[in-house]
């Protein structure tokens, strides 16, 4: 390389302070000039906080706080907890209604066949008859929400 590209480069690297020596604190017009900049700058709105992620209970949950209330162990409470659910799954199956009083009523819904139309395409989709599990709530449950 020539020796005039060599100085150059030199030139424009700044050397870093030697370990040990403080480096000069910044003048104190630029720190003056800064809040300047702060107030030329529009007022942002205020960003409405986040609300908090909605907890998810379980099972386990449940039946811990259950067993902590009814003098259980975890694993009673929890097998009891599922014999409950297999119990509600195996009367909707036979197509029973199952009223739980301050809960609501839980039961099984014929939906009949219907024409959809694709939203992407615009054709038109036969959509099969099928059963759904509907829910409705107990007035004790509205009024406590």
Wanted: no cysteine; aromatic share 2%.
């Amino acid at each position: 390389m020539p020796p005039a590209k060599k100085t150059a480069s030199a030139a424009t690297k700044t050397a870093a302070p030697p370990k040990g020596v403080a480096k000069k604190p910044a003048a104190p017009a630029s720190k003056a000039a800064a809040p300047a900049k702060k107030a030329a700058t529009p007022a942002k709105k205020a960003v409405p906080a986040k609300a908090a992620p909605q907890a998810t209970i379980t099972l386990k949950h449940i039946a811990a706080e259950l067993a902590e209330g009814h003098d259980l162990t975890k694993k009673a409470a929890e097998a009891v907890l599922d014999d409950f659910v297999a119990l509600i799954t195996r009367q909707l199956v036979n197509g029973d209604k199952i009223r739980l009083s301050g809960l609501g009523i839980l039961q099984v819904r014929d939906r009949p066949a219907r024409t959809a139309r694709n939203p992407r395409t615009g054709e038109s989709v036969a959509v099969a008859a099928s059963k759904k599990i509907a829910f409705r709530p107990a007035k004790e449950l509205k009024n406590a929400v």
